[in-house]
């Protein structure tokens, strides 16, 4: 369907040949494809083979029959055509030409463009598929109010990400505190793929609306699967340190840390995203249901309950860093404070890291908590 939206946005030739007809309060049936099925089908008619154009669809669809062109549609085969799909097909449209044209989508693989003279619709209809054609204006002005909806939600997505690194490196996240940070996100991808739809059908018309949605997603999605990744698949226990060393006392027991280790960890990272993309608006709002489908906390357990990252996120920001390598430590020291509390020789013990590259995890995992600490309290 978005190949075919693409060949009907504003700006296209076919598309300024359907606002024509439009236009002249006309309807036309057009069908995009003339290979041995579709000819299958056609009884009557006239072969025409001619190169297309917006005024002759304009000047054809005066007749009655549908109007065939190539794949491509930069040529009309054939024009006054009957069609004669299989009426067994089911279909919920109501009139001649809609039923015609839905049928002849599902019986066969092509495009099939219907435009309606009483009610000034264009539907594009593509196996089970069925698309009714918005107007340019109206689809400029939705995407421009989703697009401000984004910047509000990227703003908090960005205050919570912030406020998640200060919070992780003094060890003190909690399960609200991450959820914090994936119901933004979470929105985020939701209306962009919302939007995405809209810019395919705006065609070149929505190029700068294009920039604007890279601009505003950049960065959101690898986000929130390495904040998945660090917490996800909890247990009761604190996930101690390879040297044995566990946090405060008093905090232990409240602790979870995840268990998922190298392809395992993204195999469960794709599942849990998929469930937190199965909720409903309402269920992601509510932080105990989100920390449920991600396993951070039981239904009923206190959203406050403290966490330990496994570090994977705040490994990622060091500059020039391989994911083999970050998934190599987190494996190897458990845990985010662990990494911290780690020295240069410790970080020399994990394969693949020298002395150069552990004194820039110790220096870049520095930096990062004094950036985190000033943006903190600035």
Known sequence: ????????????????????????????????????????????????????????????????????????????????????????????????????????????????????????????????????????????ERVSQALQTMQRFRQRFDQ???????????????????????????????????????????????????????????????????????????????VPARDGRRPAAGRAEHRRGARADGADADGQADHALAALGKLSTDELADVRRVSTVLGLSSAHADPEIALEPRGYRLLHRLPRFPDLLADRIVEHFGGLQGIMRASVADLEQVGGVGEARARSVKDGLARLAEASILDRYS
């Open 160 to 238: 919570a990400v912030t406020s998640l690194s200060a919070l992780e490196i003094g060890d003190t996240v909690t399960v609200r505190d991450v959820v914090a940070v994936l119901q933004p996100c979470e929105l985020l991808e939701r209306i962009a793929a919302e939007v995405t739809d809209d810019l395919v059908e705006l065609g070149d018309d929505g190029r700068l609306l294009r920039l604007q949605l890279e601009e505003v997603t950049e960065g959101v999605a690898p986000v929130r699967r390495l904040v998945v990744r660090d917490y996800l698949h909890a247990d009761n226990g604190h």
């Open 1 to 140: 369907m978005a190949d075919v939206l693409a060949l009907v946005a504003p700006g296209q030739p076919l598309r300024d040949g359907i606002e024509r007809v439009l236009q002249a309060n006309r309807g036309a049936l057009i069908v995009v494809g003339d290979d041995h099925e579709v000819l299958a089908i056609c009884t009557g008619g006239f072969l025409l083979d001619a190169e297309f154009s917006p005024q002759r669809l304009s000047e054809l669809a005066k007749m009655d029959g549908a109007i065939i062109l190539s794949p491509t549609a930069d040529r009309i085969a054939r024009a006054n055509v009957h069609l004669m799909p299989n009426p067994a097909i089911p279909t919920i449209e109501t009139g001649t030409r809609h039923r015609t044209a839905e049928r002849v989508a599902r019986s066969i693989d092509v495009p099939v463009v219907s435009v309606s003279a009483a009610m000034g619709l264009v539907t594009v209809y593509r196996r089970d598929e069925r698309h009714v054609l918005q107007p340019e204006r109206r689809l400029h």
